[in-house]
């Protein structure tokens, strides 16, 4: 089980918001390659970046901050960004900054033929986030709800050739409410790509919950909240869960 470290940018900024309101920000750091070092002196194998103004102006806003924290990982791990990509252009941008994934949100529910060709242009590099309030997409930092079918978007965006499919459950992001582990399985059980669940995380309960559905496809958890206010120690949590999957039959 891989734990991610979320790092959301605002205004050149490390972050975090409750619920996907830009107005209900919390300031953790004003130096985001500072927070990439400390995630990864911590333990992280994945940063999780989110370009927050990128994601409601439609593009990358946060270029300099994203730039600082490429420079500081180098190629220690990889690095996966979200927010304001639309385009084929930005997306090739991205990669040749050193980006190792892009992950698309908006711009795959509204124009499914732009993931489409990003995915034959850039394989393995393209992430699709799927993020739902009661099994139904939502759009445009999360303002407007579709009337998609969770399950059914991530079927479609399976077979273009996604590497991985990132569930964030809207009602328990930054919420300390826990993981919606019912809802990431079933959408886990319904695809043969990787999910990486998104939202709630609390504490090392909700970290052992996901080692237990691992089998499933969850490959992964971001996390955000829970690390910044340290209700879950990221560098304990990380070991536990290598240690539950070492514990498991091959």
Known sequence: MLLIPA??????????????AMEDATVFSEDPAAMARHWINQGARRLHLVDLN??????????????????????EIPVQLGGGIRDLDTIEKCLDSGLG???????????????????GAFPGH??????????????????????????????????????????????RDGMLSGVNIEATVKLAQALRIPVIASGGITDTN???ALCAVE???????????AIYEGTLDFKKAQAEADRISAKKPA
């Open 7 to 20: 790092i959301d940018l605002k205004d050149g900024q490390c972050v975090r918001l409750k619920q996907g």
């Open 54 to 75: 990128g994601a409601f102006a439609g593009k990358p806003k946060n270029a300099s901050a994203i730039a600082s924290i490429l420079k500081e990982v180098g190629d």
């Open 101 to 119: 994934y892009v992950i698309i949100g908006t711009a795959a529910v509204k124009n499914p033929g732009f993931l489409h060709d990003a995915c």
């Open 126 to 171: 393209i992430i699709v986030g799927l993020d739902a309030r009661d099994g139904k997409v939502a759009v445009d930092g999360w303002s407007k709800l579709t009337g998609h079918d969770v399950i059914d978007l991530g079927k479609k965006f399976e077979d273009y050739g996604v590497e991985a499919v990132i569930y964030t459950d809207i009602g």
């Open 206 to 208: 909700d970290i052992t």
């Open 215 to 225: 089998g499933e496809g969850v490959m992964g958890a971001i996390t955000g909240r």
